[in-house]
């Protein structure tokens, strides 16, 4: 039994601990908390074991912590650190270190804090037995599963995608834009040189933008490829792919919103989809004077990268068999 | 076993088949469709039956039907007819009397549709072995729920609601507004004397209006009461009232987000809540001058009436103790 | 002529700035700033003399100050402050009072600051020759404007009123809610007293939330009366009162959006509408058992307090005559 | 004086309207009414006659129309028709074309319709003297106006590009999404042959998608260049060609909102920004391995096409210098 423990239970890292209970070959040994919210008396429910992060207001709120930070580093093989930006990288250096424990860092942080980016279906192996490891952003996340199908199957000359950001996650009621769209104004924007640290050889420019809404990101992507391809066998290559979903017009999936119904129907908890979502009225294929794929695709923010948490976790601990790990994490999600 | 057939398989009536199935009294017949969606696709995922209304486009999109709406209704004791307004009346007319066959319809009848309008709490016995009722809308089951408690516990006087709607549904993507608020221009509204349905002898005047949201309604009340009141004993009251829930700042669930924040991370089916949340630090009692009581509360318009239309089953089909159906239908989803 | 300078130039600034300039009988002496942006070239583009708030960007952004903030004070009789929350206070004891310069404050601050809260229909006399004082928020304004015609025609037992809030002004990106309904969990409100520093004996409740909008406020009253009150009087009453404006479901005036409209339809500067706009068919008037009227008004939050402010300044540089004033002001607003 | 007359006063018709209103050479006939709104009403404060279209309720809201469609038609030389999608294509074969009457529709209509699409700083010569011309839509024209410069300039091998569409317009509160992004779902586009009518060597591909914002349009371009670049003679480029203004972060007009804001803070009618947005920070050149230009650009759906509208009037009725029309279009507009 690989024995995890949670630092940092927001968005991300609650459904981690979720998770990493459902796997049968790990233990979730507890989640932190800094401060008493709703977040704490649903971890509480589930049973988990709740560690203080410095002075909180646990107590107060009835709340009896299970120890701090400290006890649970003890007791893990290693941690899946979902904090904010910046203060992953810092707990890498001033506790994970020091101890000798395992971690993981999520997007927010920069590749050298790790010097390895992991999405499992693309380079699994890069993860194996390594001390640190980063899982990119749910942005990065998304585009590398697509572009790696693609890139294996036509090989990629370059691609332009334009990423529509959702302004906000759901719960977050403190951040807008209420009525505007709002451009990233670097150009290209960072997001290209992330892929690159997942695939290297994959030439890549991309912009992006935020829009008044809540759900998913959405993508379109120009995808200039070296071999000739044709829309259906596209389809088929996504279809066959892992965390990948084909979505449908004609079943009524025309947008972010009724894709996120379709996942709460389908008893998925939280009603997350961590598959990356690709519609299959919206593959394009131009190939008289070009060889060009266009296509576009949904990425639910708050789930994609939650498997990838659970097979980076096996590789570092010394499992592998990439595929074998993918299968059984996608089981666990109700992923087929 | 009663066995119970659904008609409509929209918002309303998917949740309410999936209570069907969960009861251990009830025997779900089968589901409606008329076109094709990823409802359909889920339906017949979780093995549920399917009945065609009309011509459908099924048989084209690789569902076969189990059957026409006629051979559901052959085997059904009672109906849940959670069609769109107006069918639902039509329906009774056309297709439940001349087989005489049981049926609830939704709160976008009108009362006089089937003279019985049903919240569980309040007047369970009202449906007692009858032929057909009313479940009441998602803002009269909010209304009616905490104001038949006060009415109990404090004698109301007269009431004073305003109810702040959600714009649409959260997978609704055609119906607005995107950036205004939208007073409903009557005044007062309609929904007072929806309540007088259930509360006979409560006065009530509302006024409503519609935002840019999809995720819950929100109730400002101002109640006059008969005996004085005191805020401790109102936070009692609600809490000892079941299908009420109150919430708190302290948890930081301060707004209609936060809420289905929690729900979903409590594993609730869908994310839904279908308790009505009261805000505790919003509760005030003036007590000098008047004898007023205000309050807030919020309404989760996909789930609040998804037990109603449960316990309203059970009363309809004869079993008598409405606090055991209500015992029975609350464990079944998870509300304590 | 009276000599106004105008220290901070967002929302409400940048208005009074444009108001005083349109004033016959007032010269804006200038505005400042204290960082470049596009304020700042719309200032010059307008021809205001600018100056600077401590060290500023703008000469590296190819503006040249016409001075700072202490030649502007040394011009002027009077200063309309329109900082942001308790910078217009710390000013008063910091700049304006050592200085022996009058000055208006905003509703971000307290009543005592000033112990002068003015709306110039109510109490246009109790700012007269007054050296500070302060004008009251938009949403107190838009409750004094009705609540006060109200008042002196029947009597005002009490009044219950919730507010409906934009979540962020037009321009704003940062804030939220997206997709969320935000009550303001005290109960009753702060909105009620700061009424009372206006209409000292008025009885009022208020309970406040925010939506995810951003172009107006919208109000619903319920108000006691002590005489009775027929609905077509109360229309006249709102026709009759100055700055009030009574919108029609038959012009299809439905909402704050069509409000706003029809406000750049007309020529309106910045598409404002200072007028608190009252929706005919949303007056009730309850008067068998009861003794009350119901209401509905949206109020532009940009814009309502501009002509308080103009209006102001007169009392305080000492023109007596109010009604005059309003005639004034409402002129140069294109007001009726 | 070039007669004009209006019919469809809706979102461009009333724009349109004010806009020959404030031409020297031109005279507003008047406008139509189908039915009675706040529209009708501001058409009356502004002194514009009202021509009535089929059976109105203008008489019964004491509005005494000056005549029927047909008296306008007789006094007009030419007809600027702004009715919704097909109803401009019917009106040229039933009313204009029988009384061979000038018609101008807009980007709703075919280009087949009237053979010649029109964008004034591409094309002004291709519209001379015709009798039918129809104005792109808004996004069309953003498109031409920043991509004609750009072939002029370097010459263009393919554009891609993603128009990220406001939901509805700021006064529509009947149009979704409310919290949904929805991609148009066919592949490209069908905006790329729309360009095709007026830049007709261009080779361009689209995506499109919604967003829930009501006040502009952006695009993001990727345009493949037959000449090497550099940022600074992009933005001089832009800078230097009529109706693109181009905008920076640096005066913090980051947004579409700020923005608008903007148009409104210039004393712009309506607060309307009728130039295409360029913003200077999101111009990009890749000029390495390959020749690509990649910028964003904010279209106010509202008013670009206003501008052109004026000037196409002119080039039908034989006005022949296309700079000379601009330049006195732009002078009423205060567009430099």
């Known amino acids: 039994m690989i024995k995890v423990g949670l630092v940092g239970y927001g968005t991300i890292g609650k459904r981690v601990a979720d998770a990493v209970a459902m796997q049968k070959d790990m233990k979730l040994i507890g989640v932190t908390a800094h401060s008493y919210s709703f977040n704490t008396e649903v971890a509480k429910q589930k049973g988990y074991r709740i560690f203080a992060v410095g002075e909180t207001d646990l107590k107060s709120n009835g709340i009896k912590p299970d120890g701090d930070i400290n006890n649970m580093l003890e007791e893990a093989d290693i941690i899946v650190d979902a904090t904010p930006k910046d203060i992953g990288r810092d707990n890498i250096e001033r506790l994970y270190r020091p101890k000798k424990i395992k971690a993981i860092v999520q997007g927010g942080e920069k590749h050298k804090t790790t ?75 960072h997001h290209g040189p992330d892929v690159q640290t997942v695939l290297h050889n994959v030439e890549i420019f991309t912009t992006a933008l935020s829009v008044p809404s809540t759900l998913m990101h959405l993508h379109t992507l120009t995808v200039d490829l070296k071999k000739k391809a044709n829309m259906n066998d596209v389809v088929e290559l996504f279809k066959n792919s892992t965390r990948i979903r084909v979505v449908r017009n004609a079943e009524h999936l025309r947008s972010t919103a009724e894709i996120m119904e379709f996942a709460r129907d389908m008893g998925r908890l939280r009603g997350d989809m961590p598959e990356i979502c690709v519609w299959e009225e919206a593959i394009g294929v131009i190939s008289n004077t070009h060889n060009k794929l266009l296509y576009m695709q949904a990425v639910h923010q708050e789930s994609d990268v939650v498997p990838e948490n659970i097979d980076c976790i096996r590789a570092m601990t010394g499992f592998k068999d990439g595929e074998k790990s993918i299968q059984m994490t996608n089981k666990s999600f109700g992923i087929k």
Request: glycine residues 6%; charged residues 15%; proline residues 5%.
């Open 115 to 189: 010097s390895t980016s992991f999405v499992a279906q693309c380079n699994y192996n890069e993860a194996l037995n390594k001390d640190y490891a980063r899982i990119v952003s749910c942005n990065t996340t998304g585009l590398c599963r697509t572009l790696d199908a693609v890139n294996k199957r036509y090989g990629i000359t370059s691609v332009h995608a334009t990423m529509i950001r959702r302004g906000a996650d759901p719960w977050d009621i403190y951040h807008g834009p209420i009525n505007a769209i709002v451009p990233v104004l670097e150009m290209p924007s």
